[in-house]
């Protein structure tokens, strides 16, 4: 379990998160949603190490997180796939694959072999390898961005609005990847601007407003209250919501 | 006809030579975007040290080289903590005030050390010569052009094919995303810089066996670097290569069919072209294509 307790932290001027508390089940798949602004991001900054908190504290099953550099927090477990743009566009997908790898970089045979395996569930891994992930249309860098943070295997992913500026096609094929990663018993803790989309696929939803949580609930209650349009739809606008396969229609 | 073919052969000894010079410097700038004005004063160091250790002991200059390069890999390390990297925290542009800085530092405690007057390295074979049939092959400018290349593919290997160039060019790149598959960007760019200072000891030891220097020679290399980095496209690697072979070359004709003195003006002649017919430089597209890299 992921625990945030009273965590206050920002970029310098004044506090973006102002004592957030927070739960993330094990192998759920958690979805903040919130306006534009509201710290989503950053709660996944100060989780996976970019950002230390001013105070408070950031628990995975009981140890600190919050003391530890993004690389620790790695090899803890945790793995980002950061807001857009996350590929080295100048590298080759196999490069970036490799970087993927960089805290076991010494057990080449072990990584070698862990790219393998993930370029059987992402084939575009071994069709692209040497393209430059420029090169990628942007779905397809999201496919490889997936991919990449499941190299040394985390327990937690992170997943920052992974269905921006994709098509409604691709976002299925996010859609279905989230879950194949979760079925493989993987925490997802994604940030999601289409609200349908990311509370249809989560478990659990998280609404959040000016750094702090404003609500915590089961997704589908979530997506069934009366109240969220006003709260959303109307503050601010969403992509329409795509049709995702096993997702109520 | 044979006149030209050994005015090539000879330019392109001295452009392998600038070729290393500036490569640390483009790699530099690649990925951190600084002008790193001490980096010829960083040449001349090394060189003082190769023509100092060379003096006491008679070890080849050529292979003090290899000694120095170590030696400037740490010198750079520590440039970095101190000065390069607080600079560069606190303001992008002021690195390159920094730099400038350290260059006359750097040049002034030289004078103290060593003195103001121009030294080189003689060792054995710094005026014999190759004969090719009537091509003539000097044997200092080959055996130092050699081993610039021989750094340079080295310089390139470590950049495409290892764990440390990766780094460096996912820092190049992207700081949060490095970080995030477990980069330490700070440590990454301290290498960097130090590989870049490292590039110097071999650059170093070259100048001293080929040319005459004293501690005020560093504001007529930067200007011999920043011309070839100019012309290949700063950042880029292969660009440095193709730009330090056409500023040999075309030094090298100058001073053969029209005169010595003249051909010291040939770098800032190119400067000046390529900032008028090409800005970006010869390779100047493709550096901003693939970024930092070689
Ligand atoms: N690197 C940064 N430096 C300074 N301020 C920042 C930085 N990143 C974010 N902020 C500020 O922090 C606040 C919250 O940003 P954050 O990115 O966490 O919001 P968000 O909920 O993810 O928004 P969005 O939906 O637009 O992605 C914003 O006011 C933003 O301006
Ligand atoms: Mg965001």
């Given at each position: 379990m992921i625990e945030f307790r009273n965590v206050c932290a920002g970029y310098g001027g004044g506090d973006v998160l102002q004592g957030l508390d927070l739960r993330v089940e094990d192998k759920s798949i958690t979805c903040i949603v919130g306006p534009n602004g509201a710290g989503k991001s950053t709660v996944l900054r100060t989780l996976s190490g970019l950002l230390s908190p001013r105070v408070g504290e950031i628990l995975l099953d009981g140890r600190a997180l919050h003391t530890l550099s993004a690389a620790q927090v790695l090899a803890a477990g945790v793995a980002q796939v950061p807001q857009q743009g996350g590929l080295f566009g100048g590298l080759s997908i196999r490069d970036n694959m490799l970087l993927g790898g960089y805290l076991v970089r010494r057990q080449r045979r072990e990584l070698n072999k862990r790219i393998d395996e993930l370029a059987e569930v992402f084939p575009i891994v071994a069709e692209r390898a040497l393209d430059k992930a420029a090169d990628l249309s942007g779905g397809q860098r999201r496919i490889v961005e997936f991919a990449r943070a499941l190299v040394t295997e985390p327990s937690v992913i992170l997943l920052d609005e992974p269905t921006l500026g994709l098509d409604p096609k691709t976002c299925a094929t996010v859609f279905e990847t989230?879950?194949?990663?979760?079925?493989?018993?993987?925490?997802?803790?994604?940030?999601?601007?289409?609200?349908?989309?990311?509370?249809?696929?989560?478990?659990?939803?998280?609404?959040?407003?000016?750094?702090?949580?404003?609500?915590?609930?089961?997704?589908?209650?979530?997506?069934?209250?009366?109240?969220?349009?006003?709260?959303?739809?109307?503050?601010?606008?969403?992509?329409?919501?795509?049709?995702?396969p096993g997702g109520p229609a | 006809m044979t006149l030209l073919v050994q005015t090539l052969i000879l330019g392109l000894l001295i452009g392998g030579i600038y070729a290393l010079m500036s490569s640390g410097f483009t790699l530099v700038f690649g990925v951190m975007k600084i002008i790193n004005l001490a980096h010829a004063a960083m040449i001349v160091l090394a060189a003082f040290f190769t023509w100092w250790v060379w003096d006491l002991t008679g070890i080849d200059p050529l292979l003090l080289g290899v000694v120095a390069t170590p030696v400037m890999y740490g010198f750079g390390w520590v440039l970095y903590k101190t000065v390069i990297a607080r600079v560069h925290r606190a303001d992008h542009e002021l690195a390159m005030v920094a730099s400038f800085a350290v260059a006359i530092a750097a040049s002034g405690v030289m004078s103290l050390v060593w003195g103001t007057e121009l030294r080189a390295a003689t060792p054995s074979y710094f005026n014999t010569s190759l004969e090719i049939g009537s091509i003539v092959v000097p044997h200092a400018q080959l055996y130092a052009c050699g081993g610039a290349v021989a750094l340079l593919l080295g310089l390139y290997v470590l950049l495409r094919r290892t764990f440390i160039g990766r780094a460096i060019k996912a820092c190049a790149e992207n700081r949060d995303s490095a970080e995030l598959v477990g980069i330490n960007v700070?440590?990454?760019?301290?290498?960097?810089?130090?590989?870049?200072?490292?590039?110097?000891?071999?650059?170093?030891?070259?100048?001293?066996?080929?040319?005459?220097?004293?501690?005020?020679?560093?504001?007529?290399?930067?200007?011999?670097?920043?011309?070839?980095?100019?012309?290949?496209?700063?950042?880029?690697?292969?660009?440095?290569?193709?730009?330090?072979?056409?500023?040999?070359?075309?030094?090298?004709?100058?001073?053969?069919?029209?005169?010595?003195?003249?051909?010291?003006?040939?770098?800032?002649?190119?400067?000046?072209?390529?900032?008028?017919?090409r800005p970006q430089g010869l390779l100047g597209e493709r550096m901003r294509a693939d970024g930092a890299h070689a």
């Open positions: 989230t879950q194949q990663v979760n079925a493989l018993g993987t925490t997802v803790l994604m940030v999601e601007q289409n609200v349908r989309f990311g509370l249809q696929l989560a478990d659990h939803g998280v609404v959040m407003e000016r750094g702090q949580v404003l609500i915590s609930q089961p997704a589908d209650v979530l997506l069934g209250r009366s109240d969220m349009a006003s709260m959303f739809f109307g503050a601010a606008p969403t992509e329409p919501a795509v049709d995702v | 700070e440590r990454t760019m301290a290498q960097m810089f130090a590989i870049g200072a490292a590039t110097t000891g071999f650059g170093g030891a070259a100048l001293s066996v080929i040319y005459q220097f004293f501690p005020e020679s560093h504001f007529v290399w930067i200007g011999r670097i920043l011309c070839v980095v100019i012309l290949g496209g700063l950042g880029s690697l292969a660009g440095a290569a193709l730009g330090a072979a056409v500023l040999g070359v075309g030094e090298t004709i100058t001073a053969i069919y029209i005169d010595t003195q003249w051909a010291t003006t040939v770098p800032y002649i190119l400067i000046i072209a390529i900032l008028v017919l």
